[in-house]
């Protein structure tokens, strides 16, 4: 934005209306006929608030005086919320951050998909601090703002923050984050080191794997080996591709492991594999897809997107036969490991690319029953129309996109021939912005 441009905007607060919140969790109001985004407001909220960006058909503003409060308005528990980009939504109680993400799903599916479910599901929820397993964190050395910061990005900034904690990583980690920072200012390789990959297991194992851009020296090998030994966190270095984790601390460290006790199932994964970040809400989110989809003993399923075998294994134990597809082999031959230590062997995987028209693939022969679809944000769009031809009775479709499966909604129902029979959220990630759900499909 130009200089000129800066110099246009409006120097004194100014008071609005909030009159609904975006999807990203900004409040949105209507001042002389153009929109307004502020962060920090909530609906139904009267605020002051100051402009700090201009365009041509909105502008953007931050709250600077809350006059009238909503009655879902609280006090954010993270003393860096409005500076951290990570959350969104920590001003508005949980119960109400579930209540806009269902309408955000439920506008969605009528906005871009033209459908509406026949039943609105019971939003799944579960713990909302200390809950993510799962994280990158950022690492810069930067003198000015004390030394090296470890964390998230400032909101709407390249720029890491400078965080002392984080409300919402697993205490081992989120109230280590000065622990962390201190660590990493004591290695000569400070800045070589632009990220820490966190993975916790069932268990509260904790696993860093240190992103180092050249070797480490002895040294540095040794404050970082010393860390694990005096914390009991595993240590890992990562000098190039996923593939190159290697254990400093411990040299044999046990394995990282999630598990579905209902079923019996145990997961192994790498510190660096992807797998759902809230256990509390993975363990919900299983048994109602399995519900959903009234698999019986004859049944023959397919699990698209089935990575370690989250869906699959439990699938396994209540079917026929589960076909699980993936885009990443390495992830393929994995899940087959983790199918054989868990004692199955009515599961069949295949690695395709599931964002390219898969033609004739033979993952695709034979009668299916069931359909069970977890794809990334990009959706599924590539494989509805195959999927629609084996003319399976149910498919769940499990969604961290809600536009994108508004999408696919609209097409498996007006061009496939299958009825939107129930969708719901699931607060994977309370306080922020990100919207998972779940919506089944019965053939019409």
Known sequence: MSSRRRSRLPQAAVQTHIDAITHEGRGVARIEGKTVFIDGALPGETVTFHYHKQHRRYDEGRVEAVLEASPDRVEPRCPHFGLCGGCALQHMDPAAQV????????????????VAPDEILTPITGPVWGYRRKARLGVKHVPKKGGVLVGFREKG?????????????????????????????????????????????????????????????????????????????????????????????????????????????????????????????NRAMVPRALSLLAVAPEHRVLDLFCGLGNFTLPLAGMAREVIGVEGDGAMVERARRNAVENGIDNTRYHAADLAADPGNAPWLSGPVDRVLLDPPRSGAREVLAPLARLGAERMVYVSCNPATLARDAGELVHQHGYRLVAAG????????????SMALFVRA
């Open 99 to 114: 209540r806009a993400k269902q309408q955000v799903l439920l506008d969605d599916l009528r906005h871009i998909g033209d």
């Open 157 to 281: 900034s390249p720029y890491l923050a400078a965080l002392t904690t984080c409300e919402v990583l697993h205490p081992a980690v989120g109230q280590r984050i000065m622990v962390l920072r201190e660590l990493m200012g004591r290695l000569r390789a400070r800045d070589r080191i632009p990220q820490i990959e966190v993975a916790v297991d069932d268990a509260d194992q904790v696993a860093l794997v240190f992103r180092n851009l050249d070797p480490l020296d002895a040294g540095d090998q040794a404050i970082l080996r010393d860390f694990g030994e005096d914390t009991g966190l595993q240590v890992w270095l990562q000098p190039a591709g996923p593939e190159t984790i290697t254990p400093l601390w411990p040299t044999s460290p046990p394995a990282l492991t999630y598990g579905h006790p209902g079923y019996g199932t145990r997961v192994p994964f790498a510190p660096v594999d992807f797998f759902q970040v809230n256990t509390p809400i």
């Open 425 to 436: 959220v699931m607060d994977m990630f309370p306080h922020t912005a990100h919207v998972e």
